[in-house]
């Protein structure tokens, strides 16, 4: 009987945690985290974090990742590259990876002695999954001596072919460094065109020659969904990601990776944002800007999504075959040189 109450006590306890952290998130376009929402997540997140403890796991959460994962059992939470830094640095023994397969992977070709796991299994996305290292080889070859840039979402496969891997929030920067005339830069063809842009701005303009990779969340903005959101609500701020076509990023008061769009949310005196990006972000701003108000229009990003509470815990306890993450040596090798050449010159 005391078991069965000290059980209860811990259940509301976790609870409660819970509620005060998602408490100001949204669930859908129509409802924010309940109270009962958080009790069902709690005996997840209570084993989620003994099991963690108990096998020296460490979890990261991409920020697109749901809310209960993010702010329940996370130990760190964020972009690709912030991400894939806590697992290039981590000592834990055990990697779970929140996340979609390049990210894991990339984690696991960073830090090949830790056993990684990501538990929705081979969760793809439409941007990694456009090309194969084919794909590159072959266009490569079509383009003799020109440098190759990859986005750091692409399959290993592609990052074994390319100069050096690069990420939305440094990929300018990075740019900018190579001094050819031409680069080549996979796989997202409207990130290609919003980086051309970006060059010509910066009066270092260079042809950028690209493949047809789109994700599958950004391309679907449009310049009408800015100017609504401009008539429906006046003097709104509205930021994009730079995967977004370029006349949607053009209308933009801020165009930026996730982290970015964090410091301009944060730095901001503004008080209402529109946000052209996924659903997930919005929930980690509310979460930490309570103050602040979010018109998300529309994007969800179903891959990420496949990420819950209950493949997390069994990821943690048995896990199944797909989501224990394994890269061939030779390909990590070859795959971590154009990464580890993407953390050299974001220096
Ligand atoms: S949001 Fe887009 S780029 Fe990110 S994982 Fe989903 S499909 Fe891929």
Same mark, same amino acid.
């Given at each position: 009987?005391?078991?069965?109450?000290?059980?209860?006590?811990?259940?509301?306890?976790?609870?409660?945690?819970?509620?005060?952290?998602?408490?100001?998130?949204?669930?859908?376009?129509?409802?924010?985290?309940?109270?009962?929402?958080?009790?069902?997540?709690?005996?997840?997140?209570?084993?989620?974090?003994?099991? /963690? /403890?108990?096998?020296?796991?460490?979890?990261?959460?991409?920020?697109?990742?749901?809310?209960?994962?993010?702010?329940?059992?996370?130990?760190?939470?964020?972009?690709?590259?912030?991400?894939?830094?806590?697992?290039?640095?981590?000592?834990?023994?055990?990697?779970?990876?929140?996340?979609?397969?390049?990210?894991?992977?990339?984690?696991?070709?960073?830090?090949?002695?830790?056993?990684?796991?990501?538990?929705?299994?081979?969760?793809?996305?439409?941007?990694?999954?456009?090309?194969?290292?084919?794909?590159?080889?072959?266009?490569?070859?079509?383009?003799?001596?020109?440098?190759?840039?990859?986005?750091?979402?692409?399959?290993?496969?592609?990052?074994?072919?390319?100069?050096?891997?690069?990420?939305?929030?440094?990929?300018?920067?990075?740019?900018?460094?190579?001094?050819?005339?031409?680069?080549?830069?996979?796989?997202?063809?409207?990130?290609?065109?919003?980086?051309?842009?970006?060059?010509?701005?910066?009066?270092?303009?260079?042809?950028?020659?690209?493949?047809?990779?789109?994700?599958?969340?950004?391309?679907?903005?449009?310049?009408?969904?800015?100017?609504?959101?401009?008539?429906?609500?006046?003097?709104?701020?509205?930021?994009?990601?730079?995967?977004?076509?370029?006349?949607?990023?053009?209308?933009?008061?801020?165009?930026?990776?996730? /982290?970015?769009?964090?410091?301009?949310?944060?730095?901001?005196?503004?008080?209402?944002?529109?946000?052209?990006?996924?659903?997930?972000?919005?929930?980690?701003?509310?979460?930490?800007?309570?103050? /602040?108000?979010?018109?998300?229009?529309?994007?969800?990003?179903?891959?990420?999504?496949?990420?819950?509470?209950?493949?997390?815990?069994?990821?943690?306890?048995?896990?199944?075959?797909?989501?224990?993450?394994?890269?061939?040596?030779?390909?990590?090798?070859?795959?971590?040189?154009?990464?580890?050449?993407?953390?050299?010159?974001?220096?």
């Amino acid at each position: 009987m005391l078991q069965t109450m000290d059980k209860e006590a811990r259940l509301t306890e976790e609870a409660h945690r819970l509620y005060g952290l998602l408490r100001t998130v949204s669930k859908d376009k129509n409802s924010h985290w309940s109270y009962e929402d958080c009790l069902k997540a709690a005996p997840y997140t209570l084993s989620i974090n003994r099991f /963690k /403890k108990e096998q020296n796991a460490v979890i990261l959460a991409h920020s697109y990742s749901t809310p209960d994962l993010v702010y329940g059992v996370a130990d760190y939470r964020g972009d690709s590259y912030e991400l894939a830094c806590k697992a290039r640095e981590t000592t834990a023994d055990i990697i779970v990876f929140a996340g979609v397969w390049f990210m894991a992977e990339t984690a696991k070709i960073l830090n090949p002695g830790k056993k990684v796991l990501i538990p929705a299994g081979r969760a793809g996305c439409t941007l990694a999954d456009a090309m194969t290292g084919t794909d590159m080889k072959k266009l490569r070859a079509l383009h003799p001596g020109v440098p190759a840039l990859c986005y750091i979402n692409s399959l290993a496969e592609v990052k074994a072919e390319c100069d050096a891997c690069v990420t939305s929030g440094n990929v300018f920067d990075i740019a900018q460094k190579f001094l050819s005339d031409k680069l080549i830069f996979v796989p997202d063809l409207l990130m290609a065109k919003n980086l051309e842009a970006e060059l010509q701005r910066r009066g270092t303009p260079k042809e950028i020659i690209s493949f047809g990779g789109s994700c599958c969340v950004h391309d679907k903005y449009r310049p009408e969904d800015v100017e609504k959101l401009r008539t429906d609500y006046p003097g709104i701020k509205i930021i994009a990601h730079p995967e977004c076509p370029i006349e949607v990023c053009r209308l933009c008061d801020y165009v930026g990776s996730t /982290k970015g769009m964090f410091s301009y949310v944060g730095s901001s005196k503004d008080k209402m944002f529109g946000m052209l990006t996924e659903f997930g972000l919005v929930n980690r701003l509310e979460a930490e800007y309570p103050d /602040k108000k979010f018109i998300w229009p529309f994007g969800v990003c179903s891959y990420m999504k496949k990420n819950t509470l209950e493949n997390t815990l069994e990821a943690l306890v048995d896990p199944r075959p797909e989501q224990l993450v394994e890269v061939a040596p030779e390909l990590a090798a070859a795959a971590k040189k154009s990464i580890d050449k993407m953390f050299e010159l974001a220096q």
